[in-house]
């Protein structure tokens, strides 16, 4: 068990980006690290923000990266909806081991349906218009024929 530790970054815009800096196997606030406030560059994976939940506020511990929980903690007029999880880490934290999160893409076949059924809606009113003009020509020929027998 081990905790992430979060630092609150002031982008080049006045918003506030999270940033997991590190990873603690074990937490002991004597190790506690005092890292740059003014980094020249942050290199890291940007990762969408969790959904806010419960945590343990008293102590400043919370069991996700939420913006939403973080907006009313920080002082921050704007914040960003992401979390970036920077590659490396300073000592005693190690990097954090997190995965590329994997896109939630999936076939909806309900949108293929409604795609065919336009497809099929199109082709009816094409036909519907051609059979209207064609029996609006044949109807002025007999129309014509006639006037001139």
Do not use: K
């Not at 044949?138 to 129309?143: D, I, K, P, S």
């Amino acid at each position: 068990m081990g905790e992430w530790l979060i630092a609150n970054v002031l982008t080049a815009d006045d918003a506030c980006l999270p940033v997991a800096t590190g990873w603690a196997p074990s937490v002991n606030l004597d190790e506690f690290i005092v890292i740059d406030d003014s980094p020249s560059s942050l290199v890291g994976r940007l990762v969408p923000s969790d959904d806010p939940s419960t945590g343990d506020y008293d102590n400043d511990r919370l069991t996700v990266v939420s913006s939403a929980d973080l907006v009313n903690r920080w002082d921050c007029d704007t914040i960003y909806d992401a979390f970036l999880v920077l590659d490396t880490a300073q000592p005693p934290l190690e990097p954090i081991a997190s995965v590329t999160p994997l896109p939630q893409a999936t076939l909806n076949w309900l949108n293929i349906f409604y795609a065919i059924e336009w497809a099929f809606f199109a082709v009816f009113a094409i036909y519907f218009w051609y059979r209207l003009v064609a029996d609006t020509v044949e109807r002025e020929a007999e129309a014509a024929g006639e006037l001139h027998a």
